[in-house]
């Protein structure tokens, strides 16, 4: 079955500076990747996500990139704020899942004003 | 506006309790999805369905069932409570429509402390 492991563990930027969490993907049949953001006590909410016929994917100040070859898809905040403090989630769904997503253990950003 | 309910919002217990909590969507999807959240190990699966009396295993269904009697319930039983199944747990499904999706979108979750 798929497995997604998610790098770093804990992240730590200053503010304005950019962030980048990475994750690898076993199961080369995946085809659909999310991102969610989960603030404290809150439920995880999607921010971003790719398929797997596109490279890149941006929306503002975040951006995700996909590399079928190597298996790995990477989220990329730019400029952030202490507003992006928060537990990050990839995860992917592989063809003939049913939706089923398999989630990276998660990376928690601070950003430090 | 359509969305996903989860009840209680907390619940404490005892052990060898049976526990059930509640999921409900109004987004009419026939996927419906139960995870467990704790800390080191992200979002696990526990159970999912994908339809009236259609019920599927996760990775971590050991001490869980689920039974699916219409579209809008998946209520998620634990069936003797232990203290390894304190957590925090989550429904989820993909929104339903015109344009379906595959991203899922999560109830606000029940934290279960189990003593």
């Known amino acids: 079955g798929e497995n997604v492991e998610q790098h770093p563990s804990t992240l730590s930027v200053q503010e304005g500076d950019s962030a980048v969490i990475k994750c690898t993907y076993s199961d080369s049949a995946s085809n659909y990747f999310p991102w969610y953001k989960q603030e404290l006590g809150k439920r995880p909410q999607l921010i971003i996500d790719i398929r797997s016929n596109v490279g890149e994917k941006k929306d503002q100040r975040i951006a995700v990139t996909l590399n079928k070859t190597a298996k790995h898809f990477s989220l990329h905040i730019t400029e952030t704020q202490p507003e992006d403090s928060a537990v990050y989630f990839c995860?992917?769904?592989?063809?003939?899942?049913?939706?089923?997503?398999?989630f990276g253990a998660g990376t928690i950003l601070r950003v430090k004003s | 506006d359509a969305e996903i309910t989860q009840s209680p919002r907390h619940k404490i217990t005892e052990t060898g309790r049976q526990v059930t909590l509640a999921c409900h969507q109004t987004?009419?999807?026939?996927?419906m999805f139960w995870y467990r959240q704790d800390l080191g190990h992200g979002l696990r699966l526990i159970h999912y369905s994908y339809g009236v009396q259609d019920t599927n295993k996760g990775e971590v269904s050991d001490g869980y069932s689920v039974s699916r009697s219409n579209t809008e319930d998946l209520p998620l039983t634990l069936e003797s409570a232990a203290s390894s199944q304190t957590s925090v747990y989550f429904c989820?499904?993909?929104?339903?429509?015109?344009?379906?999706?595959?991203?899922?979108?999560f109830g606000p979750g029940t934290r279960l402390t189990v003593l």
């Open positions: 987004w009419n999807h026939n996927n």
């Open positions: 989820a499904n993909p929104l339903a429509g015109p344009s379906p999706t595959d991203t899922q979108y």
């Open positions: 995860a992917a769904i592989p063809v003939g899942y049913g939706n089923k997503l398999v």
